[in-house]
Protein backbone atom coordinates (compact mmCIF):
# COMPACT_ATOMS: atom_id res chain seq x y z
CA UNK A 1 0.00 0.00 0.00
CA UNK A 2 1.36 3.69 -0.79
CA UNK A 3 -0.23 6.47 0.83
CA UNK A 4 0.23 10.30 0.18
CA UNK A 5 -0.45 12.23 3.18
CA UNK A 6 -0.84 15.89 4.29
CA UNK A 7 -0.09 16.80 7.88
CA UNK A 8 -0.56 19.74 10.28
CA UNK A 9 -1.90 21.22 13.27
CA UNK A 10 -5.28 22.51 12.25
CA UNK A 11 -6.18 23.13 8.29
CA UNK A 12 -9.35 23.09 6.35
CA UNK A 13 -9.71 19.84 4.96
CA UNK A 14 -12.19 20.74 2.43
CA UNK A 15 -9.95 23.46 0.88
CA UNK A 16 -7.30 20.75 0.17
CA UNK A 17 -9.66 18.47 -1.42
CA UNK A 18 -10.68 21.62 -3.53
CA UNK A 19 -7.33 22.70 -4.24
CA UNK A 20 -6.18 19.75 -5.74
CA UNK A 21 -9.21 18.42 -7.30
CA UNK A 22 -8.99 14.76 -5.16
CA UNK A 23 -11.03 13.31 -2.64
CA UNK A 24 -9.26 12.22 -0.02
CA UNK A 25 -9.08 7.79 1.03
CA UNK A 26 -9.40 9.05 4.79
CA UNK A 27 -9.29 12.32 6.57
CA UNK A 28 -8.74 13.05 10.34
CA UNK A 29 -9.15 16.27 12.93
CA UNK A 30 -6.63 17.36 15.12
CA UNK A 31 -8.61 16.15 18.68
CA UNK A 32 -10.70 13.00 16.98
CA UNK A 33 -11.05 10.16 18.86
CA UNK A 34 -8.89 7.59 17.67
CA UNK A 35 -10.51 3.94 18.21
CA UNK A 36 -13.06 2.98 20.55
CA UNK A 37 -13.88 5.12 23.68
CA UNK A 38 -16.27 3.65 26.75
CA UNK A 39 -15.98 1.78 29.53
CA UNK A 40 -13.94 -0.65 27.95
CA UNK A 41 -11.55 1.24 27.01
CA UNK A 42 -8.99 2.52 29.70
CA UNK A 43 -7.54 5.32 27.61
CA UNK A 44 -9.23 8.00 25.42
CA UNK A 45 -6.58 8.37 22.84
CA UNK A 46 -6.94 12.12 20.70
CA UNK A 47 -5.40 12.13 17.08
CA UNK A 48 -2.84 14.90 17.67
CA UNK A 49 -2.92 16.55 14.10
CA UNK A 50 -4.76 17.22 11.39
CA UNK A 51 -4.65 14.49 8.57
CA UNK A 52 -5.75 14.63 4.52
CA UNK A 53 -4.59 11.30 3.03
CA UNK A 54 -5.10 9.74 -0.60
CA UNK A 55 -4.19 5.93 -0.53
CA UNK A 56 -3.70 2.87 -3.05
CA UNK A 57 -5.31 0.30 -0.31
CA UNK A 58 -3.40 -2.80 -0.08
CA UNK A 59 -2.74 -4.32 -3.28
CA UNK A 60 -0.66 -7.96 -4.41
CA UNK A 61 2.19 -6.66 -5.84
CA UNK A 62 6.22 -7.64 -5.53
CA UNK A 63 6.80 -3.90 -6.56
CA UNK A 64 6.24 -0.65 -4.45
CA UNK A 65 6.27 1.51 -7.51
CA UNK A 66 3.25 -0.61 -8.76
CA UNK A 67 1.21 1.57 -6.27
CA UNK A 68 3.73 4.96 -5.79
CA UNK A 69 3.41 5.35 -9.69
CA UNK A 70 -0.78 5.73 -10.17
CA UNK A 71 -0.64 7.86 -6.28
CA UNK A 72 2.21 10.10 -8.02
CA UNK A 73 -0.25 10.01 -11.21
CA UNK A 74 -2.80 11.19 -9.08
CA UNK A 75 -0.50 14.56 -8.06
CA UNK A 76 1.30 14.87 -10.93
CA UNK A 77 1.09 18.63 -11.94
CA UNK A 78 0.08 19.60 -8.32
CA UNK A 79 3.46 20.81 -7.16
CA UNK A 80 3.22 24.71 -7.26
CA UNK A 81 -0.14 23.97 -5.54
CA UNK A 82 1.01 21.91 -2.56
CA UNK A 83 3.84 23.81 -2.05
CA UNK A 84 2.01 27.22 -1.58
CA UNK A 85 -0.80 25.25 0.92
CA UNK A 86 2.40 23.99 2.68
CA UNK A 87 3.85 27.69 3.45
CA UNK A 88 -0.01 28.80 3.84
CA UNK A 89 -0.55 26.36 6.55
CA UNK A 90 2.54 25.22 7.77
CA UNK A 91 1.71 21.20 6.44
CA UNK A 92 3.88 18.09 6.33
CA UNK A 93 3.98 16.15 3.09
CA UNK A 94 4.43 12.41 3.93
CA UNK A 95 4.66 9.26 1.19
CA UNK A 96 4.28 6.23 2.83
CA UNK A 97 4.83 2.96 2.19
CA UNK A 98 3.20 -0.19 3.72
CA UNK A 99 4.52 -3.29 3.10
CA UNK A 100 3.22 -6.83 4.01
CA UNK A 101 5.33 -9.78 3.62
CA UNK A 102 3.61 -13.07 3.26
CA UNK A 103 5.90 -16.17 3.46
CA UNK A 104 9.40 -15.91 1.67
CA UNK A 105 8.33 -13.28 -0.92
CA UNK A 106 11.17 -10.23 -1.17
CA UNK A 107 9.91 -7.10 -2.53
CA UNK A 108 11.26 -4.84 -4.69
CA UNK A 109 11.77 -1.65 -2.61
CA UNK A 110 13.72 0.92 -5.29
CA UNK A 111 12.76 4.48 -5.84
CA UNK A 112 12.38 5.48 -8.79
CA UNK A 113 14.10 9.35 -9.95
CA UNK A 114 10.28 10.37 -11.01
CA UNK A 115 9.49 9.43 -7.35
CA UNK A 116 12.32 11.28 -5.48
CA UNK A 117 11.81 14.41 -7.82
CA UNK A 118 8.92 14.69 -6.92
CA UNK A 119 9.38 13.90 -3.17
CA UNK A 120 12.09 16.14 -2.93
CA UNK A 121 10.04 19.11 -5.08
CA UNK A 122 7.52 19.48 -1.97
CA UNK A 123 9.61 18.82 0.75
CA UNK A 124 8.12 15.66 1.23
CA UNK A 125 9.39 12.73 3.70
CA UNK A 126 9.79 9.32 2.77
CA UNK A 127 8.36 6.41 5.20
CA UNK A 128 8.48 2.60 5.12
CA UNK A 129 6.47 0.42 7.23
CA UNK A 130 7.74 -3.25 6.76
CA UNK A 131 5.93 -5.94 8.27
CA UNK A 132 6.92 -9.51 7.81
CA UNK A 133 4.19 -12.47 8.26
CA UNK A 134 6.23 -16.05 7.73
CA UNK A 135 3.25 -19.38 8.20
CA UNK A 136 6.15 -21.16 9.82
CA UNK A 137 6.66 -18.95 12.61
CA UNK A 138 2.37 -19.31 13.66
CA UNK A 139 3.06 -23.31 13.27
CA UNK A 140 5.61 -23.26 15.88
CA UNK A 141 3.08 -20.96 18.40
CA UNK A 142 0.41 -23.79 18.06
Request: contains cysteine; hydrophobic residues 40%; glycine residues 8%.
Amino acid sequence: MACFSIVGDAFPLERITEELGLEPTETFVKGDLIGKSGPASSKTRKRMETDWTLSTGFQESDDINDQLTPLLNSLAGKETCLIQLKKEFGLTYLFIIVIDVENIGTPVMVLEKNIIDFASAIEAEIHFDLYVNNEGDLADAD
